[in-house]
């Protein structure tokens, strides 16, 4: 059984972005890009269920511009077997990703697809969602813990007020949450063999994918800053502050 | 032009975040209609006929609705969704669950998070963590959108008087199934409804640290209890605690944060909170840039000694 996993390039999760100042978008010339953490967790699952010998094949997909290939150089170096990169300059939405990566499914016929439950950089929170629909497959969001058993996937979710365990038929979505698993450190001989790993490459077009953006975005703009208040000496004084000033106790 | 609101509720009550979103579908203007889908859901059904604003409910009733599944409670709302021109959920860890599926399968973009409503089809929503606001303009018939809680004021729970219709229910097959849940049960108020928090770091240490230290001064303020992801991995705190970017984001009245040096995703959580108290023994802790009352203390002395004070 394969599974194909989605990485996306994102901003680095150390850079604090600045807004431009034409109110376009947020400044990323020149900005450390990384892998999307919750995508390496997806990776690192994927990598762990193959070496459990649940998976024969883990295929890494990224939609975006050619510089994805770094971050598919990084997957296959956790340990994917091959990557495709679905290339394109323009901007793509979470329903245009779900639908590349329909198509790539339709193509590779995987049993599991296995995607970070947020971008950090839009926070949409949705490409995985909308797969599992495009396909009717049936989804598991937010894994906290994945397990294998007779052809079903048994995941632990994090939900409002704590877990629960869902038993997905296959083929089935998973997004991942933080606590699924710490991906391991890539070293450097799986760095020089990922060089030679596959990697192929289409165009939306290639799969048949509209991936025209749904949603206009009209400015971008700085947050309403949060000014410094005070630092109080000691206990007493804070509780003086909270009860007369704030008036919030 | 009308908007369905869909309804988090535990089959007895409906959950404070439908309230928020409520809000936010009245600001898009026209009718606001209210889907409560559970098992032995009435008494919910009840209660969200009774929120001031609502003008339907829509009342599905099945067993396959007992566990809020996302692949049932969207085709409910599929079933629906003709009807509306915006389709709401809060963007709690249900409804981003759900929402992405209705907006797939209507071929149409979501809109996730929103803070705040511009127009019919315009929204703000933030971005990067926060560190941007996007303003955001949807150009398909129907509009799917995630609210987040903190931008909209609940609506009144009551003073509505809104019909309660029953609609037959849709079944989306059994690929999916509930095992069971672990829900930890306390009296405290929930973090996204809490009108105080206080929050632990990773400068509690432990589990018990966090539990001996952080408790007594929530049970003194009858606060809800958060952590910062630090805490959280490290095992002092519970997953469902974790307040930042990508766990709950929070706007109490009050939120202290103790012991936590506030890293941008952790900030991006908690910054819209009204008034925030930080006791850090670290003055460099960038959680000091956003606090009103920064303490400077060692959190294991300052903490007893207020919980002492109050």
Known sequence: MKALVAVKRVVDYNVKVRVKSDQSGVDIANVKMSMN??????????????????????????????????????????????????????????????????????????????????????????????????????????????????????????????????????????????????????????????????????????????????????????????????????????????KNEAKVI | MSALVIAEHDNHGIKPATLNTITAALACGGDVHVLVAGKDASAAAQAASHIAGVSKVLHA??????????????????????SYSHILFAATASGKNIAPRVAAKLDVGQISDITKVESPDTFERPIYAGNAIATVQATDATLVITVRTTGFDPAAATGGSAAIESISPANAGSQSQFMGSEIAKNDRPELTAAKIIVSGGRALGSSEKFAEVITPLADKLGAAMGASRAAVDAGYAPNDWQVGQTGKIVAPQLYIACGISGAIQHLAGMKDSKVIVAINKDPEAPIFSVADYGLEADLFLAVPELVAAL
């Open chain 1, 37 to 242: 953490p919750f995508d390496e967790i997806a990776v690192e699952e994927a990598v762990r269920l193959k070496e459990k010998g649940f998976l024969s094949e883990v295929i890494v997909v990224s939609c975006g511009v050619a510089q994805c290939q770094e971050t598919l150089r990084t997957a296959m170096a956790i340990g994917a077997d091959r990557g495709i990169l679905v290339e394109t300059t323009e901007e793509l939405q979470p329903l245009a990703v779900a639908k590349l990566l329909k198509a790539l499914a339709d193509k590779e016929q995987p049993g599991l697809v296995i995607l970070g439950k947020q971008a950090i950089d839009d926070d949409c929170n949705q490409t995985g969602q909308m797969l599992a629909a495009l396909a009717n497959w049936p989804q598991a969001t937010f894994a906290s813990k994945v397990e294998m058993a007779d052809g079903h996937a048994l995941v632990t979710r994090e939900v409002d007020g704590g877990l629960e365990t869902l038993k997905l038929t296959l083929p089935a979505v998973i997004t991942t949450d933080l606590r699924l698993n710490e991906p391991r450190y890539v070293t450097l001989p799986n760095i020089m063999k990922a060089k030679k790993k596959q990697l192929d490459i289409f165009k939306p077009e290639d799969l048949g994918v509209d991936a025209k953006p749904r949603i206009k975005t009209l400015k971008v703009s700085e947050p309403p800053k949060r000014s410094a208040g005070i630092k109080v000496a000691d206990v007493a004084a804070l509780v003086d502050k909270l």
């Open chain 2, 61 to 82: 009733d099945a067993d396959v609705f007992a566990h809020g599944l996302a692949e049932q409670v969207a085709a409910q709302v599929l079933a629906l969704a003709s």
